[in-house]
């Protein structure tokens, strides 16, 4: 067993609704590239296999660089760096409403993810310590705001983006400006936190009694678990607006808003994992998440219409409730270095989750996006690898 040390100040919920608010701005401008697809298929015209290396583009930055931020924040912790990062999630958009080319696009994707890559792991760090010791709880709060973000991509791109076209993504670049003076106030806080922390002589954190070899083997399994997940809603993300199409005949604006019920439901079902880990450990929400959604995400790609659509919503609420869990649950292997282990957690699941899209999209050029759906509901048997992981609570 692992004893967490109590945090010695109280919770800060106003920092976290803060960070949790430029969490949802930043994700949101992310959306736009995916949620801009189908126009950039028709206008441009690209293959399934090209949008899926926009996906890889925007989010192989991250996965590089999300733990040696991450890193680079627990040795040298940076107050500013997420006002820095929301800058740079500004230029990416700009960029990507420019756009004129493929490798155009390709860049502008690479500067999205830039930005995100930045912003994840520092934001991590600073919702973590003003948790007050509620891990959880801070860390759900965190991740919802990413996924209200996502969520809300779909619908602005249903009444904005689609509508006025690619260029109209530059005007989401007032949106990061907000994040960014936001930003800099948290980095005021983040200041003055450090300072009182030194101040009243906090514990250094203790670290987790475990042998090397089932620390390695943990942090494989939940690489595992974040593959599942990860493949599963990036694809969704990125083609179930034309799984939608293929399979049913809808038209554009109606597969976005399907789109949003789904990541509407990712959002609602993140918060709930991180206080129910809290409460009764985070493993067994490892265990009830990926596993509850199998059977659901089996049955999806075979029913009618409106069956779809709500085990869409089952699958996303249930499948989403265990990123926060996996989250503090790595954290809490490794708690002197939470940082790095945030942006690891995050870079991975963003990397296998676009290596996986841009594979599928692939696939799907072959064989149908439907098919495609059949096999990627099979990829949540990993789940059962769940019970490699060593009792923490």
């Known amino acids: ?233 990036e694809t969704f993300k990125a083609y179930y607006a034309f799984f939608l199409i293929e399979k049913f005949g809808l038209e554009v604006r109606q597969a976005q808003g399907l789109l949003f019920v789904f990541l509407a439901a990712v959002a609602f079902g993140t918060f709930f994992g991180g206080p129910v880990g809290d409460r009764i450990g985070r493993k067994k929400v490892i265990w009830g998440s990926i596993i509850g959604a199998l059977p659901f995400a089996l049955v999806l790609p075979h029913l009618g219409l409106t069956g779809t659509v709500v085990l869409s919503v089952l699958v996303g609420l249930i499948l989403s409730s265990a990123f926060s869990a996996i989250v503090v649950f790595a954290q809490e292997l490794m708690p002197q270095k939470v940082g790095m282990v945030a942006g690891f957690v995050f870079g991975f699941a963003f990397g296998v989750g676009a290596l996986g899209a841009a594979a599928l999209g692939a696939l799907a050029d072959q064989i149908g996006m439907q098919q495609v759906f059949v096999y990627l509901s099979f990829l949540l048997c990993l789940g059962f690898l769940t019970a490699y992981l060593p009792d923490l609570d």
């Open 1 to 233: 067993m692992i004893t967490q040390r109590t945090s010695l100040l109280p919770t800060s919920h106003s920092v976290i609704i803060a960070v949790s608010a430029t969490h949802l701005i930043n994700d949101l401008i992310q959306f736009l590239l995916p949620a801009l697809y189908p126009v950039l298929k028709a206008d441009f015209g690209l293959t399934y296999f090209q949008l899926g290396l926009l996906t890889l583009a925007q989010q192989i930055t991250a996965c590089i660089l999300q733990p040696v931020m991450g890193l680079y924040g627990d040795l040298r912790p940076k107050p500013y760096t997420l006002a820095v990062s929301m800058a740079i999630v500004a230029l990416g958009v700009v960029m990507l409403a420019m756009a004129g080319s493929f490798g155009a696009l390709l860049g502008a994707s690479a500067m999205l993810g830039l930005g995100s890559a930045l912003f994840h792991p520092e934001a991590s760090r600073v919702c973590r310590m003003a948790s007050g010791g509620r891990l959880g709880f801070a860390q759900s709060s965190f991740q919802v705001g990413g996924n209200a973000g996502t969520a809300l991509g779909p619908l602005a791109a249903a009444l904005i983006v689609l509508p006025l076209g690619q260029a109209s993504t530059v005007w989401f670049g007032l949106l990061a400006v907000i994040a960014v003076i936001v930003l800099l106030r948290i980095a005021q806080w983040f200041t003055n936190h450090l300072r009182m922390t030194r101040a009243a002589g906090s514990q250094a954190p203790i670290a987790p009694l475990i042998a090397r070899r089932r620390l390695i083997l943990a942090f494989a399994v939940l690489g595992a678990l974040l593959l599942s997940k990860f493949v599963y809603i």
